[in-house]
């Protein structure tokens, strides 16, 4: 079974430029979660789709950063304008359904000079 | 609310010998509990996850963990530690949010195994 894609594997832009991570769930999976990870600390909630519906954004700075799930599938986060604190690894991860353990991708590092 | 608190932050151990990563979590629900693998540029991988059911967890590569609800406490452990268990660990407790379900992460133990 494939697990979670993300691509790209590694992002380096300025700061207030724009840029989108893109995530492939396991195959069915119903709930996709994206995570910032900051260098030495876990990693913490964004956002967490159910199909194509947001189920918690709370977590989500909304003013800079955008995440859509349109067809139920795959899932694209969006950062505009980049900060220089946004550098971080950005994890993507699918359950089947919600409450169920979650798998994780390889994640997408950014760098923001 | 939930919380959970990983009291090391290094270990180093030497191959062949015990390990023990200690975790302890805070919830205001019956928690769910999980630890976590992250290799250098590698993805989280699913070690164990405790969920109610027995409080001793077998997980993979060797690795169990005890559900103690008089000490809140979830602590990793293994018998004999393998270079390959090199890695960072992560001690997570799963809760509903709103109309999901939340993980919260520690912040971490990094394991050092040494010949």
């Known amino acids: 079974e494939a697990g979670v894609a993300q691509s790209p594997r590694y992002k380096i832009i300025e700061k207030r430029q724009s840029v989108a991570f893109w995530c492939n769930p396991i195959?069915?999976?119903?709930?996709l979660y994206w995570y910032q990870q900051i260098l030495g600390q876990g990693p913490k909630l964004l956002i967490q789709?159910?199909?194509?519906?947001?189920?918690?954004d709370s977590q989500l700075p909304k003013d800079r950063f955008s995440a859509e799930r349109l067809k139920g599938v795959d899932s694209t986060l969006k950062i505009q304008p980049a900060k220089l604190e946004d550098s971080a690894v950005y994890l993507c991860?699918?359950?089947?359904?919600?409450?169920?353990?979650?798998?994780f991708g390889p994640g997408t590092r950014l760098l923001v000079l | 609310a939930q919380s959970v608190t990983q009291l090391d932050s290094h270990v180093s151990v030497s191959e062949g010998t015990p390990v023990l990563l200690r975790c302890n979590y805070s919830?205001?629900?019956?928690?769910?509990l999980f630890w976590y693998v992250q290799h250098p540029n590698k993805g989280l991988q699913l070690l164990l996850k405790?969920?109610?059911?027995?409080?001793l967890v077998k997980g993979i590569n060797g690795f169990e963990a005890e559900f103690k609800k008089s000490e809140t406490s979830f602590h990793l452990t293994k018998p004999s530690a393998h270079m390959s268990d090199a890695a960072e660990y992560f001690c997570?407790?799963?809760?509903?949010?709103?109309?999901?379900?939340?993980?919260?992460f520690g912040t971490g133990t990094q394991l050092k195994v040494e010949l």
């Open positions: 405790y969920t109610s059911a027995a409080t």
């Open positions: 789709f159910q199909n194509n519906g947001v189920v918690d």
């Open positions: 997570v407790v799963s809760g509903p949010t709103g109309g999901g379900n939340k993980l919260t």
């Open positions: 195959s069915g999976h119903a709930t």
């Open positions: 919830s205001s629900y019956s928690p769910s």
């Open positions: 991860a699918s359950s089947p359904r919600l409450a169920e353990t979650q798998y």
